[in-house]
Nanobody, 126 residues
Framework: QVHLVESGGGLVRAGGSLRLSCAASGGAFSNYAMGWFRQAPGKEREFVAAVSGSGVTSYADSVKGRFTISRDNAKNTVDLQMNSLKPEETGVYYC????????????????????WGQGTQVVVSS
């Protein structure tokens, strides 16, 4: 069982930056693919970014070039650096993990993930 805890959310002005972090415990972290999802008020949760155990990354089109996902397998953490934030990106951001099929595998869909954090709130003011 993997336990995930997000941190780093908060209030930021449009155009600003935030860095989210997710700390994992309870598993061999490098064997897990990790992802970030978000849920805006009144909307379904959506994919933001994913990273494989070896560091291969994937992004939603809406965040490419502005967000960066990274992981530190020695520290059991995965971060999401978010730049040029927009008001419509307000929501709860969730970290997710799953035991991957291989070190190069990442996943983009909610149903593919087995473990979820409790979420961290991000508010982007206009």
């Amino acid at each position: 069982q993997v336990h995930l805890v997000e941190s780093g959310g908060g209030l930021v002005r449009a155009g600003g930056s935030l860095r989210l972090s997710c700390a994992a415990s309870g598993g061999a972290f490098s064997n897990y693919a990790m992802g970030w999802f978000r849920q805006a008020p009144g909307k379904e949760r959506e994919f933001v970014a994913a990273v494989s155990g070896s560091g291969v990354t994937s992004y939603a089109d809406s965040v490419k070039g502005r967000f960066t996902i990274s992981r530190d397998n020695a520290k059991n953490t995965v971060d999401l650096q978010m730049n040029s934030l927009k008001p419509e990106e307000t929501g709860v951001y969730y970290c997710a993990g799953v035991l991957a099929e291989g070190y190069a595998y990442y996943y983009r869909y909610e149903y593919q993930y087995a473990f979820w954090g409790q979420g961290t709130q991000v508010v982007v003011s206009s």
